[in-house]
């Protein structure tokens, strides 16, 4: 046997060592148990988590949409705040409602999402993309129509999946949120998913140029925001809808970026009663653009 060949096997084998490795070193959910119909609790790299799935009569190649509700939320009290399921379910999707977790420093602080990619805490990234291919393989839903939405922290936290989880979530909605410092920071050059952001006039959590709080926050001011998203893409309306809100959209045939700015809209999931919008009406109407 040459050098050569014997240098060439060692090399193949620590190939395959590497390989096996990462395979062993992949978290799963783990400890997965049925609450009720459609209640589950699971684990996910030794942090608890609940979700609530709901699904259209035949979930088989559905889309899913992954709802992530703000600080201090559930999984239930977000699906009782917005009923999006009763919009989607209808329409062919399949929803999933998540319950964050605490800070792995505070136990008792708040149940949330590592939306600013610290590393001393949670794996929010992984633990999403896992538990979306948990629910492709069980209800086997359409893995290449896999969105996520969001509020207030929940929001922040979609940007992050956009950024660095568009192999898994090909679209994202930002209600009232916006991409926090770290992970603007370490942007790619290019955004891969799609994005609806929804952003109130009034609402002091965004940073905005229009009303000057940019210039006193770490993170990026929103318009700044959608540009990045629409960069090389042509902007193909923009219209008053709702009580004078305007909603401006770019697109081509693979993204698709929408931005409503709601008139005097406050931090909120903006109610039909107040804004005069079906936010999540306009939700599913945006999801059906992706292709």
């Known amino acids: 046997m040459t050098r050569k060949t014997i240098c060439l096997m060692a090399a193949v084998m620590a190939i395959m060592l590497c390989l096996c490795s990462c395979s062993t070193t992949k978290q799963n959910l783990e400890d997965i148990v049925t609450i009720s119909s459609g209640h589950f609790a699971c ?65 008792s602080s708040a149940t949330s ?15 999403l993309k896992t538990l979306a291919s948990f629910i492709q393989d069980k209800y086997h839903t359409d893995p290449n129509r896999c969105f996520a939405a969001g509020f207030s922290n929940g929001a922040f936290m979609c940007h992050r999946l956009a950024l660095e989880a568009s192999d898994t979530f090909s679209a994202v909605i930002s209600v009232a949120g916006t991409i ?24 002091d959590v965004i940073p905005k140029h229009s009303d000057n709080s940019a210039r006193y926050s770490a993170f990026p001011a929103i318009e700044e925001v959608i540009d990045y998203y629409a960069n090389g893409l042509e902007s193909t309306d923009v219209r008053k809808i709702g009580k004078d809100s305007t909603l401006t959209e ?16 406050r931090h909120s999931w903006s109610a039909e009663s107040v804004t005069g919008i079906d936010t999540n009406a306009l939700i599913i109407d945006f999801l059906s ?3």
């Not at 891969?192 to 929804?198: G, N, P, T, Y």
């Open 180 to 203: 926090s410092d770290n992970t603007w920071n370490s942007r790619p050059k290019d955004c891969k998913a799609s994005l609806l952001q929804i952003a109130g006039e009034k609402d």
């Open 250 to 265: 770019y697109g081509d045939f693979s993204r698709h970026v929408w931005f409503l700015y709601v008139k005097d809209g």
């Open 43 to 107: 684990t996910y790299d030794g942090v608890k988590h609940d979700f609530i799935v709901d699904t259209p009569e035949n979930p088989v190649g559905s889309s899913l949409v992954i709802m992530l509700p703000g600080a201090g939320g559930t999984a239930e009290s977000f699906r009782q705040s917005t009923l999006f399921h009763e919009k989607a379910c209808p329409n062919g999707y399949t929803v999933v409602y998540v319950t964050g977790a605490p800070d792995p420093k505070d136990s």
């Open 113 to 127: 999402w590592n939306h600013n990619g610290r590393k001393d805490s949670n794996d929010d990234v992984g633990f």
């Open 289 to 291: 653009q992706m292709k």
